[in-house]
């Protein structure tokens, strides 16, 4: 069973910088371990449907950014510790979102939710203008 704990979040001030980290343990149903799935970083505003935010193959050699956030954000992974993090500078007031973190289908990650099999339960995060 896969498990992933978000962490992170919290109140800033437009400008300013966030880290959210995802802890992520267990095996897929195939019986890999998740270190070797592509992980991803997704959000959703009140009122507004999940979307996409950023996401890293198995290995960190390939990742890819929502337009939105090109630039300002920056996603890692450190598989020895089988975490993820998102490195959030910049922040502006539409960025405020519940973020959630979720293990890819395959090794590869990928740019919608049906690429995603597994699911953290999300970290509040707040920008003030």
């Known amino acids: 069973q896969v498990q992933l704990v978000e962490s992170g979040g919290g109140l800033v001030q437009a400008g300013d910088s966030l880290r959210l980290s995802c802890a992520a343990s267990?095996?897929?149903?195939?019986?890999?371990?998740?270190?070797?799935?592509?992980m991803g970083w997704f959000r959703q505003a009140p009122g507004k449907e999940r979307e996409f935010v950023a996401t890293?193959?198995?290995?960190?050699?390939?990742?890819s950014y929502a337009d939105l956030v090109k630039g300002r954000f920056t996603i890692s992974r450190d598989r020895a510790k089988n975490t993820v993090d998102l490195q959030m500078n910049d922040l502006k007031p539409e960025d405020t979102a519940v973020y959630y973190c979720?293990?890819?289908?395959?090794?590869?990650?990928?740019?919608?939710?049906?690429?995603?099999?597994?699911w953290g339960q999300g970290t509040q995060v707040t920008v003030s203008s």
């Open positions: 267990g095996r897929s149903g195939a019986g890999r371990a998740i270190s070797n799935n592509g």
């Open positions: 979720a293990a890819a289908l395959g090794a590869q990650g990928a740019s919608t939710s049906r690429g995603y099999k597994y």
């Open positions: 890293i193959s198995w290995n960190g050699g390939t990742t």
